[in-house]
């Protein structure tokens, strides 16, 4: 089968300083594919480039087998490619449907209202917000407002989600929350690249893991082979991490 996405020899300045350098990643259909590395190893830039809002000075992007290369962050996300950031970024003074209901209107295209109406209330729901949906979502815990950000992805109805580090800040019951949450979106049939910090989520729930350093890719393989390799138990994961 082939990938859903494939990232074909990337690279991305800024400036003089290069950000990714020939990154090559294909990610398979429907799969959890954990994407993991330091701070500035170039894991929000990928995203950054997949979804169009950076432009690659070489390389092309491939989403099931169309070149989407440059193509602008709105044409990406109507083709079913949606995302979430580092920061939450929920409108705090709409209720969480009505930030729900501005995702999947405007990130599906002319659709009538209809039908951004279901798909909110079916995005809301996946999350488990459901009763939840007339509070502002500024007035969420933490936990509440990440989901918002996953519902507000999930409202486009995507066929690949691009997760930017979901459970930074979270205690563990919460992480392990949002983790079946990831699980029940692959479950579904939804592709996932998960970008995260917290390896121990990474580790238990990917399918397959890529590893970034300096813009470039070191190691790719399953979590058991990525949780072994020394180069990444050296640079990463410390001397003493080892999944058995």
């Given at each position: 089968?082939?990938?859903?996405?494939?990232?074909?020899?990337?690279?991305?300045?800024?400036?003089?300083?290069?950000?990714?350098?020939?990154?090559?990643i294909d990610v398979e259909?429907?799969?959890?594919?954990?994407?993991?590395?330091?701070?500035?190893?170039?894991?929000?830039?990928?995203?950054?480039?997949?979804?169009?809002?950076?432009?690659?000075?070489?390389?092309?992007?491939?989403?099931?087998?169309?070149?989407?290369?440059?193509?602008?962050?709105?044409?990406?996300?109507?083709?079913?490619?949606?995302?979430?950031?580092?920061?939450?970024?929920?409108?705090?003074?709409?209720?969480?449907?009505?930030?729900?209901?501005?995702?999947?209107?405007?990130?599906?295209?002319?659709?009538?209202?209809?039908?951004?109406?279901?798909?909110?209330?079916?995005?809301?729901?996946?999350?488990?917000?459901?009763?939840?949906?007339?509070?502002?979502?500024?007035s969420l815990d933490v936990?509440?407002?990440?989901?918002?950000?996953?519902?507000?992805?999930?409202?486009?109805?995507?066929?690949?989600?691009?997760?930017?580090?979901?459970?930074?800040?979270?205690?563990?019951?919460?992480?392990?929350?949002?983790?079946?949450?990831?699980?029940?979106?692959?479950?579904?049939?939804?592709?996932?690249?998960?970008?995260?910090?917290?390896?121990?989520?990474?580790?238990?729930?990917?399918?397959?893991?890529?590893v970034l350093n300096n813009?470039?890719?070191?190691?790719?393989?399953?979590?058991?082979?990525?949780?072994?390799?020394?180069?990444?138990?050296?640079?990463?994961?410390?001397?003493?991490?080892?999944?058995?």
């Amino acid at each position: 089968m082939a990938p859903i996405l494939r990232c074909v020899d990337i690279s991305v300045r800024f400036g003089g300083v290069t950000a990714l350098r020939n990154l090559s990643i294909d990610v398979e259909k429907g799969i959890i594919h954990g994407v993991i590395g330091p701070n500035g190893a170039g894991k929000t830039t990928l995203f950054n480039t997949i979804t169009g809002v950076v432009k690659p000075v070489s390389g092309k992007i491939l989403f099931e087998g169309r070149d989407i290369t440059g193509m602008k962050p709105y044409e990406i996300c109507k083709l079913g490619i949606a995302r979430t950031h580092q920061l939450i970024r929920p409108f705090k003074n709409m209720s969480v449907l009505e930030n729900v209901l501005v995702a999947a209107y405007f990130g599906s295209g002319k659709i009538k209202v209809s039908e951004s109406r279901r798909r909110a209330d079916r995005a809301i729901k996946a999350v488990g917000l459901n009763g939840f949906e007339d509070r502002p979502a500024g007035s969420l815990d933490v936990l509440g407002q990440k989901k918002v950000e996953i519902a507000r992805a999930l409202a486009a109805e995507p066929k690949l989600l691009l997760l930017d580090e979901p459970v930074a800040g979270l205690t563990q019951l919460e992480t392990d929350d949002i983790m079946r949450l990831v699980q029940s979106i692959k479950d579904e049939g939804v592709t996932v690249v998960l970008v995260e910090h917290v390896l121990k989520a990474v580790m238990s729930f990917s399918d397959r893991i890529s590893v970034l350093n300096n813009g470039e890719k070191i190691y790719e393989g399953t979590p058991k082979e990525v949780g072994v390799a020394p180069q990444v138990v050296e640079a990463y994961l410390g001397e003493e991490y080892g999944v058995g």
